[in-house]
C-alpha cells in the first residue's frame, strides 16, 4: 500500500554534487521520520542521515557539512542535497520512511525502503 520511490543517482565527478528525492505514495496516514541509507561494495548499510517530521536532522560525522537532507510534507518527499563528493560516497542510497499505515486492519508505524538508487564518484 505504500511505495517509496527514489531518483536523482548518477556519476559524478569527485567534488561535484547531487541531489536525490524519495516520495512516498499509496495509502498511509502520515510520515514520522525519514531518513538516508547508503550501502558500498563489501560493507554493511548505514545510517546516512535523517530527519523528523518537526525537522529536526542529524548526519554521520563523514557526511556532516557536505549533505543536508530536508522534507517537503505536503509532497510527502524527502530529499538529500550532496556537495563536495568524495569517492568513498560511491554507493546504493536508500531512503526509508517509518509511515503510519493500516495492514490487515492494524495501524501501526510501519518501516519501508525506497528501491535504492546508484551514487558514483569517481577520481
Known amino acids: 500500500q505504500v511505495q517509496l520511490v527514489e531518483s536523482g543517482g548518477g556519476v559524478v565527478q569527485a567534488g561535484g554534487s547531487l541531489r536525490l528525492s524519495c516520495a512516498a505514495s499509496g495509502s498511509f496516514f502520515s510520515i514520522n521520520n525519514m531518513g538516508w541509507y547508503r550501502q558500498a561494495p563489501g560493507k554493511q548499510r548505514e545510517l546516512v542521515t535523517a530527519i523528523t517530521s518537526g525537522g529536526n536532522t542529524n548526519y554521520a560525522d563523514s557526511v556532516k557539512g557536505r549533505f543536508t537532507i530536508s522534507r517537503d510534507n505536503a509532497k510527502n518527499t524527502v530529499y538529500l542535497q550532496m556537495n563536495s563528493l568524495k569517492p568513498e560516497d560511491t554507493a546504493v542510497y536508500y531512503c526509508?520512511?517509518?509511515?503510519?499505515?493500516?495492514?490487515?486492519?492494524?495501524?501501526?508505524?510501519?518501516?519501508?525502503w525506497g528501491q535504492g538508487t546508484q551514487v558514483t564518484v569517481s577520481s
Open positions: 526509508n520512511a517509518r509511515v503510519v499505515a493500516d495492514r490487515a486492519l492494524r495501524i501501526y508505524e510501519y518501516n519501508y
